[in-house]
C-alpha cells in the first residue's frame, strides 16, 4: 500500500524528490488526485499559521492520544519537544486521564480538545465558555478545525497501521518518551 | 492552464483517448506490457462505461479513441461496443486477430463501414520468428484473419512490436502485409518496451514518461499518462505513469494529464517511436 519513489505516480513525485517522503505521503500517493488536495490541506491546517507552533502541537498530540493513534502520538511527540514542550509536558497530554499543563489559557484548550475530539454531540456551555474567553474567534474555529483533521489522520493512520520510522522512534527514546 | 480542447486543437495534448476493456487474454506474448493471459483477473470496463467516457471525450474536445487489453474480442459484445464508439469519435480497436472465425468473423461485420479500424498484431514475416513471441499458430491465423476482414469492409491496420533491426525483416513484413491488403500507411512499427512481462523476459528498450505521447489512458483501475503506463509487473499494477484513480468525469484526469504536459518540456517526445 505504501508507494516507494520508483512506484509514484506522476504528480506524486515531488514529494519523493527529497527522499523518503513517509508513510502518509506514501499511502496517499496510490490516489494521486487526493494526495494534491489533502496534502496541502494538511500542511495549512496542522502547519505554520498565526497560532504558535506549541499552542497547535498542544491540540495534536492530545487529540491523538485520545483516539489512540500511534503513529500520530509518536510523530507528533517529536514535534512538540520541538515546538518547546517539555517531555514532562508531552507526557502530560499523553496520559490518562491527563495533567494540567498549568496556565489558564492552555488548560482551557485542553478542555476543549477533551470535549471535541473525546465527547459526542454538544460541547457543554461551560467548557466552550471558558475556551472563548482566551481565544479570538478564528482561533476557535482554527483550532477546531486542527482538532478534527488530526482526528481524521488519527483514524487514517491508525486503521492503515502507519509504521513510526526508527528516527523518531530514536528520538523518544532519548528523551524518554517511550 | 488551457482547457483540454484547446490543448488538442494546438496539438499540444494527443488527441486519441485508450480505453483498456479489459485485461485477460487468449495469448500469453512474451513482451506483454500487462502481463495478459487467459488467468488474469479480466478488470473489465463495461460497454456503458466505455461510451460514457467517449462521449465525455467528445464534449472534451478529444479527436480519437483506442481501445486495447487484453484482448478486447473476448469480451462479449465487442463489436456492437466498437461501433457505438466508432459513432462518437474515430476508433481504432487493437486485436491479436486470432479470433475472428465463425460467430466471432460474423459478429465484426457491424464494424464495416463505420469509423473503426482493427489494428492487428503481427511481428514478422517468418511464422517461427512471429510465433515465438506470440504463442503458435499465431501467424497462421492472423493470416487468415486479415483478408477476411477486409473481404467484408473492415478497416486493417497492423502493429509489429520488435527487437530487429534488419532492413530486409521489414521489407520481407511489408510485402506480407501489402498482399493481405493492408497498405503502408496502415502499418505502425514500434519497439518493445520493457514493461511488463517484457521486464521478466529482459526485453525491450526502458520508455521514461518523455518518451511516450501523453494519451490519456482509462482503465478499471484508473486513468494514466499513457496506453503503456497501466503496465502490470509480477500480478502487481504499475503507478509510476499513474494520473488519478477517478476516472468519472473524465475532465479529472484530463486536466491532471493537460497540467502535466504544460509543464513538461518541449521535445524529446518521440525517440523511441511509440505510438
Redesign the interface.
Known sequence: ML?DA??????ARPYYQNGDPGPLVAAL??????LEVSLPFLTTVLGASTLDARTKEIVIVRTSALLHCVYCGNSHSVVALDSGLTAAEVVALRDEPRAALGGEREDALLGWVDAVAGGNGPVADAVAARFGRSFADHEVVELTLLVGATMMLNRFCTALELPTSPAVIDRLTAAGLR | MSTPAAAVAAGVLPGRVWLYSNYHCNLTCTYCLTESGPGVQRRELTAERMLETARQAAELGFTALGVTGGEPFLVPDMPKTLAGLGAILPTVGLTNGTLFTGRRLAAVEVLAGTDVALQISLDSADPAVNDEARGPDNFAKVVAAIPALIERGITVRIATTGESDNPDDLARLCELHRGLGVPDSDHVVRPVISRGRAVTADLGVDAT?DDLPAELTITADGAF?SPFGPTVINGRL?????????TDPLR?PAQ?LL??VEGRPAGGDTTLNIR
Do not use: I, N, Q, Y
Not at chain 1, 520508483?6 to 504528480?11: E, G, V
Not at chain 1, 500517493?29 to 487526493?34: I, Q, Y
Not at chain 2, 504499475?238 to 477517478?246: Q, V
Open positions: 508507494l520508483a512506484a509514484a505516480p506522476l504528480t500517493a496510490t490516489v494521486p488526485e487526493l | 514518461v499518462w504499475d503507478t509510476d505513469l499513474l494520473l488519478t484513480r477517478t479529472v491532471t497540467g502535466l
